[in-house]
């Protein structure tokens, strides 16, 4: 009995053991990828910060510069920012890596729908980060430079805008994923389209709380995240219809060709 017990107990191990090693191994993957993609943006590590400096480089006087106030900051501001845009681009062959460990053991309408939205977060996310680029960063720092005494110089430390500018890429790309959220609460049958609706006023005051918690202490930037945030849940509602109604009407078709 023991014998087999213990037979059992190692077939039982052996695909656990089998799970680890393909996860270490995609893991690797992951992480070999990203590295690569590094060591071939580091010798652009200035000119990437340059990029994303240049909203605020913009909007200061002529002559202005911003500063390093601790001495190693020139050096690990750029390797901070370029491994970060490392992971940025990575997050495809990632998501990828992630989606070829567990697809085995998903069925074929769970595979049909998960394809889509990796793809639509991915685009998503990045969507996001392009938005506090492009749109966000120009209001928000023209805010910032003139709202201030005249006789104060505007010297910003390049590590502390590294830090701000990371905390909004990363906010306003999470933030764009929300009709992705909207969407699988409602497919999954969580909640509904109608219990959704009819909480939009707390929806609305939630997206200027997490604006605010997000986000610098001005109604600029906190609006400028919460606004999106609250016209991307709206979309995410839209595509929950659009979902019940294929349903629906699929539901009706199946009990068409039942009766005939």
């Excluded at 911003?66 to 495809?92: N, Y």
């Excluded at 994923?177 to 009819?198: D, H, N, Q, R, Y």
């Amino acid at each position: 009995m023991s014998t087999s017990g213990d037979s059992q107990k190692e077939q039982g191990q052996a695909p656990l053991i089998e799970h680890l090693i393909e996860l270490r191994s995609r893991l690797m993957r992951s992480v070999v990828v990203i590295l690569v993609i590094f060591l071939g943006l580091y010798s652009f590590a200035n000119d990437i910060y340059s990029f994303v400096a240049q909203p605020l480089m913009a909007l200061l006087p002529p002559g202005s510069q911003m500063i390093a106030t601790e001495v190693a900051s020139p050096f690990l501001a750029p390797f901070k920012l370029t491994l970060v845009v490392a992971v940025f681009a990575a997050i495809p062959y990632v998501l990828h890596q992630a989606w070829a460990f567990v697809a085995p053991g998903l069925y074929d309408n769970e595979k049909a729908m998960a394809v889509p939205i990796l793809a639509s977060s991915i685009a998503l996310f990045y969507t996001g980060a392009a938005f506090a680029y492009y749109v966000v960063f120009p209001l928000l720092f023209q805010f910032f430079t003139q709202t201030g005494p005249e006789n104060v110089a505007v010297m910003t430390d390049i590590n502390q805008y590294l830090n701000f500018v990371l905390k909004l890429f990363f906010a306003f790309g999470v933030a764009f994923e929300i009709p992705i959220a909207t969407f699988l609460l409602i497919a999954s049958g969580a909640t509904t389209v109608e219990s959704l609706s009819k909480k939009r006023p707390y929806i609305v005051l939630g997206c200027f709380v997490i604006g605010m918690l997000l986000t610098p202490p001005d109604i600029i930037s906190q609006s400028l995240l919460a606004i999106p945030m609250y016209l991307l849940y709206e979309v995410g509602l839209l595509f929950g219809r659009l979902v019940r109604k294929r349903k629906a009407e699929k539901a009706a078709a199946e009990e068409q060709d039942e009766n005939a």
